[in-house]
């Protein structure tokens, strides 16, 4: 019987889990019924009935007592590798040679309150729960590290990292099917075919009344951030989203292999953290459109432009704007936010591979990144004029701080070697310096751009006006 989610056998130590979990347990299901395993199998659901899982839990811990001292699961072990060099053989030999005697074993992880290993039950509750690997699946403090490493090392022989990604406005645009605008109806008549996804970008899923658009190039970014990154999804939104959303970015299960992560699975509340990612901090490069969602992590973070498709997404975040849906347009493929990104990406990786003195394993990606940020405003000296409130300290202001770390210095005087005043009247004192002495007067959304594209911005494209009082 298998109690695996969505995650087959692969490079990462959360699939060699969820592989030696089903391995342990297959040994006793010879007489499992199929309904038996129909229920087993159930994991999609997140409101699913309570009494069902309970007994589902205590059929897996009996079958993990009667079976846990038997052997006769190494002869399957050739069938657990996983492709691209993986880890998984390795990993579930080393798990069967530990000692199974229970007063030596040291309980590395629990499954329904049993151990993994030796079936004893295991009342402690420190570490972390895994539940998008398997229900009930938490992991000790020790046995965290040490899958970490070991993952870590296969991963870069591979030359790989870990990439985490947000779902909304950052690889996608959803809303409720009652938020549509009467200028958005349109849209009903033109949404793609749920039997083959990969075909199509708009989808009407009414099961869950709501309507999906994927943001342009987001297969292409996939499937080439792919080659780069151990891919992630984590999502605030529940599991059973996350998971649909998987099937349409991911119908063949090439990227993410059951490493879908929802607020669900999250360890607190309305904050995303690496805790539940099998991956070492020094090597995972975050991909989303809100740095509030990872307070810890801001060093891991690169901050997408959001990508607001329908006009209840506009709406939402105070836009008063006609949406991409009701202009009938969308962002360019070659040229818009995920194509861009995917730009950096790989400057970071080849970086971090290939121009590098330290040892491999030493590296730390979010030097990488601060480094390649650094490079976007170099050689700029910035001076901002009416932008700030009165009386407040400039260089605790979020713009100011953006500025320095995209390598540009900031002053509050202006002198011969300022290069931009950035302000929001062309009527202050010094805008007019900064048009009488040829220097760029720019809008303060061009550093903001800057700092989404990770690339310096064409400043004729962010004028300043004249306010109408002046």
């Known amino acids: 019987m298998s109690f695996a989610t969505d995650s087959p056998v692969h490079s990462s130590s959360s699939d060699d889990f969820a592989a030696l979990i089903d391995a342990e347990l297959e040994v006793g299901s010879s007489g499992s019924s199929p309904d038996e395993q129909d229920n087993e199998e159930e994991e999609v659901d997140a409101d699913s009935d309570d009494d069902d899982s309970d007994d589902e839990e205590d059929d897996s811990n009996d079958d993990l007592n009667d079976h846990r001292n038997k052997r006769c699961k190494t002869e399957k072990l050739d069938d657990l590798e996983g492709p691209q060099g993986s880890t998984s053989?390795?990993?579930?030999?080393?798990?069967?040679?530990?000692?199974?005697?229970?007063?030596?074993?040291?309980?590395?992880?629990?499954?329904?309150?049993?151990?993994?290993?030796?079936?004893?039950?295991?009342?402690?509750?420190?570490?972390?729960?895994?539940?998008?690997?398997?229900?009930?699946?938490?992991?000790?403090?020790d046995e965290i590290v040490r899958l970490r490493s070991t993952d870590m090392k296969n991963l870069l022989r591979h030359k790989k990292?870990?990439?985490?990604?947000?779902?909304?406005?950052?690889?996608?645009?959803?809303?409720?099917?009652?938020?549509?605008?009467?200028?958005?109806?349109?849209l009903k008549g033109q949404s793609d075919s749920l039997q083959d996804v990969s075909k199509g970008s708009l989808f009407m899923l009414e099961f869950m009344h709501m309507m999906t658009k994927l943001r342009p190039?987001?297969?292409?970014?996939?499937?080439?951030?792919?080659?780069?990154?151990?891919?992630?999804?984590?999502?605030?939104?529940?599991?059973?989203?996350?998971?649909?959303?998987?099937?349409?970015?991911?119908?063949?299960?090439?990227?993410?292999n059951g490493?879908?992560?929802?607020?669900?699975?999250?360890?607190?509340?309305?904050?995303?953290?690496?805790?539940?990612?099998?991956?070492?901090?020094?090597?995972?490069?975050?991909?989303?459109?809100?740095?509030?969602?990872?307070?810890?992590?801001?060093?891991?973070?690169?901050?997408?432009?959001?990508?607001?498709?329908f006009a209840s997404s506009c709406r939402k975040f105070g836009f008063d704007c006609r949406s991409l849906s009701q202009l009938k347009s969308d962002e360019s493929e070659p040229d818009g936010a995920l194509a861009s990104i995917l730009k950096i990406l790989r400057q970071i990786h080849h970086i971090f591979f290939d121009e590098l003195d330290s040892d491999l394993a030493s590296r730390d990606v979010r030097q990488v990144l601060k480094t390649v940020r650094k490079e976007v405003l170099k050689d700029c000296k910035i001076v901002f004029s009416r932008v700030f409130p009165t009386k407040f300290q400039p260089e605790n202001h979020l713009l100011w701080k953006m500025v320095e770390q995209l390598g540009a210095t900031c002053s509050t005087e202006t002198d011969s070697s300022v290069t931009h005043v950035v302000s929001m009247d062309a009527g202050t004192e010094k805008s007019r310096w900064a048009v009488k002495e040829n220097k760029f007067l720019v809008h303060p959304r061009w550093i903001e751009a800057a700092n989404f594209f990770w690339q310096k911005q064409p400043e004729e494209k962010f004028p300043v006006s004249q306010t109408k009082n002046q």
């Open 259 to 309: 490493r879908v992560i929802s607020r669900d699975d999250g360890t607190q509340k309305h904050q995303k953290g690496l805790d539940v990612v099998l991956g070492q901090d020094s090597a995972v490069v975050i991909l989303e459109d809100t740095e509030n969602a990872w307070t810890k992590h801001k060093d891991n973070l690169i901050l997408m432009e959001r990508y607001h498709f």
């Open 161 to 186: 990292l870990y990439l985490v990604l947000d779902l909304d406005h950052t690889l996608l645009n959803s809303t409720q099917l009652n938020h549509l605008t009467a200028e958005e109806e349109y």
């Open 89 to 141: 053989q390795g990993l579930i030999e080393e798990k069967l040679e530990v000692s199974l005697n229970k007063d030596t074993c040291t309980h590395p992880g629990s499954f329904g309150q049993m151990c993994i290993l030796c079936g004893q039950r295991v009342d402690d509750e420190s570490g972390v729960t895994f539940g998008y690997i398997h229900k009930g699946l938490r992991l000790g403090n």
């Open 217 to 256: 190039f987001v297969r292409t970014f996939l499937k080439e951030a792919s080659e780069m990154f151990e891919m992630y999804i984590y999502t605030m939104g529940d599991r059973p989203y996350a998971l649909e959303m998987a099937k349409l970015l991911d119908p063949k299960k090439e990227y993410f």
